[in-house]
């Protein structure tokens, strides 16, 4: 005999729409408490979940709060990644200007890219929003809903925040990597890399978090380190020393050299205070030391300086540990005769998965 609970569940596809809401307001803290209950039926309550994300909004609200906790699971995962009539539909929807629950579905596709199957959205073509973007790939769309989005520009009622760690997931697979590295035709040729590298400071933590991480994933590229060492393509390194700098006074010896960017730098600039985001910044740096070309860069321009201080006023002993490693590396006298190195070992296990978004 259904327990209560799981009356309530199957109301989720009642023909009434006060039921339906009353059903999945009801249901929002049981989707995290226990979500075997949404898994009966051969996943009958997602079903139900994936067709109430075009219900009325309250409804839609709380269907897709229940999908981003539901999403955790990796049978849930993999049934929601592989539907391309659901993905089209959560496409649909956060490129429209007046979707009210953007961010929302910004949230589950970053859960969705925990699976490889949603790594298609990379070549997957579709019309574009007028208003958005003048691409036909999605990836292009989505990329110009982070960028024209922020702060609620294109969508009053969405920042799209949380499609950096969605990107971030992206950069993980090469052909993502491929993707952030080049130009792109319908975008006057400029690299997505350098859409995203200008929020290292943004006032949103979730953004620079995201972005911190997109930019390593793609460093493990390490073919790619010209093309984002060089000044006239990604520009990466003032993006990625600044945030680990704060407003230390250095000596003539330790400016000379430095890059332009980072001099002369205003007596309230603040070092990047959330801890993972530094640490992640230093681990970027650490890859950007794989080939004697780059370290030999990095030396050039006085990085060594720069993670002293970082090391000399961060408190976290994880910020002094990577501080340590990229010292090491820097410090060390070069071999008379190397190679351009590849990935190491010791880089590939800083590879990390976000965790799985939950509300």
Same mark, same amino acid.
């Given at each position: 005999?259904? %327990?209560?609970?799981?009356?309530?569940? %199957?109301?989720?596809?009642?023909?009434?729409?006060?039921?339906?809401?009353?059903?999945?307001?009801?249901?929002? +803290?049981?989707?995290?408490?226990?979500?075997?209950?949404?898994?009966? +039926?051969?996943?009958?309550?997602?079903?139900?979940?994936?067709?109430?994300?075009?219900?009325?909004?309250?409804?839609?609200?709380?269907?897709?709060?229940?999908?981003?906790?539901?999403?955790?699971?990796?049978?849930?995962? +993999?049934?929601?990644?592989?539907?391309?009539?659901?993905?089209?539909?959560?496409?649909?929807?956060?490129?429209?200007?007046?979707?009210?629950?953007?961010?929302?579905?910004?949230?589950?596709?970053?859960?969705?890219?925990?699976?490889?199957?949603?790594?298609?959205?990379?070549?997957?073509?579709?019309?574009?929003?007028?208003?958005?973007?003048?691409?036909?790939?999605?990836?292009?769309?989505?990329?110009?809903?982070?960028?024209? /989005?922020?702060?609620?520009?294109?969508?009053?009622?969405?920042?799209?925040?949380?499609?950096?760690?969605?990107?971030?997931?992206?950069? #993980?697979?090469?052909? /993502?990597?491929?993707?952030?590295?080049?130009?792109?035709?319908?975008?006057?040729?400029?690299?997505?890399?350098?859409?995203?590298?200008?929020?290292?400071?943004?006032?949103?933590?979730?953004?620079?978090?995201?972005?911190?991480?997109?930019?390593?994933?793609?460093?493990?590229?390490?073919?790619?380190?010209?093309?984002?060492?060089?000044?006239?393509?990604?520009?990466?390194?003032?993006?990625?020393?600044?945030?680990?700098?704060?407003?230390?006074?250095?000596?003539?010896?330790?400016?000379?050299?430095?890059?332009?960017?980072?001099?002369?730098?205003?007596?309230?600039?603040?070092?990047? #205070?959330?801890?993972?985001?530094?640490?992640?910044?230093?681990?970027?740096?650490?890859?950007?030391?794989?080939?004697?070309? /780059?370290?030999?860069?990095?030396? #050039?321009?006085?990085?060594?300086?720069?993670?002293?201080?970082?090391?000399?006023?961060?408190?976290?002993?994880?910020?002094?540990?990577?501080?340590?490693?990229?010292?090491?590396?820097?410090?060390?006298?070069?071999?008379?005769?190397? +190679?351009?190195?590849?990935?190491? #070992?010791?880089?590939?296990?800083?590879?990390?998965?976000?965790?799985?978004?939950?509300?």
């Amino acid at each position: 005999m259904p %327990s209560e609970l799981e009356d309530l569940v %199957s109301f989720l596809h009642h023909g009434n729409a006060q039921i339906r809401q009353i059903a999945a307001e009801n249901l929002v +803290g049981y989707s995290l408490s226990q979500p075997a209950l949404f898994k009966t +039926g051969q996943l009958t309550p997602i079903q139900d979940l994936k067709l109430l994300v075009r219900d009325y909004p309250l409804i839609a609200k709380n269907a897709l709060d229940m999908l981003i906790n539901l999403s955790d699971d990796p049978e849930v995962l +993999g049934h929601l990644a592989k539907d391309d009539k659901f993905l089209e539909t959560l496409l649909l929807r956060i490129t429209n200007v007046k979707e009210p629950h953007a961010n929302e579905i910004a949230m589950l596709l970053a859960n969705l890219a925990k699976h490889d199957g949603i790594k298609r959205v990379l070549t997957l073509e579709r019309t574009p929003p007028k208003a958005l973007s003048t691409s036909r790939k999605a990836m292009d769309q989505l990329m110009d809903c982070f960028v024209k /989005g922020a702060e609620g520009t294109y969508n009053a009622k969405a920042d799209f925040d949380y499609l950096a760690y969605f990107f971030a997931d992206m950069a #993980k697979h090469p052909e /993502g990597r491929t993707y952030f590295v080049t130009p792109q035709a319908h975008d006057s040729d400029i690299i997505p890399l350098t859409k995203l590298t200008v929020f290292t400071e943004h006032k949103s933590a979730i953004r620079r978090r995201g972005v911190a991480s997109t930019i390593k994933n793609v460093t493990f590229d390490v073919e790619s380190h010209p093309k984002l060492f060089a000044t006239d393509e990604v520009n990466l390194l003032p993006y990625l020393l600044l945030p680990i700098m704060g407003s230390e006074e250095y000596d003539d010896d330790d400016t000379d050299g430095m890059l332009d960017d980072l001099q002369l730098l205003p007596p309230d600039k603040e070092r990047e #205070k959330d801890v993972e985001i530094l640490k992640t910044h230093l681990e970027t740096l650490l890859i950007l030391t794989t080939t004697k070309s /780059g370290r030999e860069l990095l030396r #050039k321009i006085k990085v060594y300086p720069i993670i002293r201080e970082t090391h000399l006023h961060a408190e976290h002993e994880d910020v002094h540990d990577a501080c340590d490693r990229v010292v090491q590396v820097l410090a060390r006298d070069e071999p008379e005769e190397e +190679g351009e190195a590849t990935v190491s #070992k010791e880089v590939e296990e800083m590879d990390e998965d976000e965790e799985i978004i939950e509300v």
